[in-house]
């Protein structure tokens, strides 16, 4: 079963950027799912931010497009999420998650999440 | 594409039915999730495809719908139910709705 760990700093400062990376153990980054990244802000819902495929391929959501890349290392295993120009409102816990291809039909949904980190945009 | 789950937060006893819905702003199909998160968890997988249920999750949970309306139907709770649900599209950019607390009566 695979299983994810997110890390990166806890604090970031207002116009900086947020960096996150997310370890894959238990399987390879490799295989045929996506890679995704979703936040939520204090006592908020949930967003999906993007998603990246080994190959490289990503997806980002619209409104957050023009500040976000996501990336993978294959050879850490790893998947990575930079969001710049935060500000308060970039507030949130952070989850990385994976998509996989689920029985009967195997379209893709998110079944396995790591346990998220805190990040707060603050000077 | 928005999700809108009614009601936004629900009063139940242990060993009540209830049911949670998702309405899409347009039509998705069946590729539609639903989630549910405790405080300070992540969340988890309980339906997928509509009315798929995942691995290791209890009978007593079960959705259904297709197109822009589904439900979720928990058929009678257990203490540990008590949680936030959210449903989720895949049919274009994932989104979610704005979830449902469940909470003891």
């Known amino acids: 079963q695979v299983q994810l760990q997110e890390s990166g700093p806890g604090l970031v400062k207002p116009s900086g950027t947020l960096s996150l990376t997310c370890a894959v153990s238990?399987?390879?980054?490799?295989?045929?799912?996506?890679w995704s990244w979703v936040r939520q802000p204090p006592g908020k819902g949930l967003e999906w931010i993007g998603e990246?495929?080994?190959?490289?391929?990503?997806n980002y959501n619209p409104s957050l497009k023009s500040r976000v890349t996501i990336s993978v290392d294959k050879s850490k295993n790893q998947f990575s999420l930079k969001l710049s120009s935060v500000t308060a409102a970039d507030t949130a816990v952070y989850y990385c998650?994976?998509?996989?291809?689920?029985?009967?039909?195997?379209?893709?949904?998110?079944?396995?999440w790591g346990k998220g980190t805190t990040v707060t945009v603050s000077s | 594409i928005q999700l809108t789950q009614s009601p936004s937060s629900l009063s139940a006893s242990v060993g009540d039915r209830v049911t949670i819905t998702c309405r899409a702003s347009q039509g998705i199909s069946s590729y539609l999730a639903w989630y549910q998160q405790k405080p300070g968890k992540a969340p988890k997988l309980l339906i997928y495809?509509?009315?798929t249920l995942q691995s290791g999750v209890p009978s007593r949970f079960s959705g259904s719908g297709s197109g822009t309306d589904f439900t979720l139907t928990i058929s009678s709770l257990q203490p540990e139910d008590f949680a936030t649900y959210y449903c989720?599209?895949?049919?274009?950019?994932?989104?979610f709705g704005q979830g449902t607390r469940l909470e003891i009566k």
């Open positions: 238990g399987g390879s980054i490799s295989s045929s799912n996506w």
């Open positions: 495809a509509a009315s």
């Open positions: 998650a994976s998509k996989l291809p689920l029985p009967p039909n195997y379209y893709y949904y998110m079944d396995v």
């Open positions: 989720q599209q895949l049919n274009s950019y994932p989104t």
């Open positions: 990246i495929y080994h190959s490289g391929s990503t």
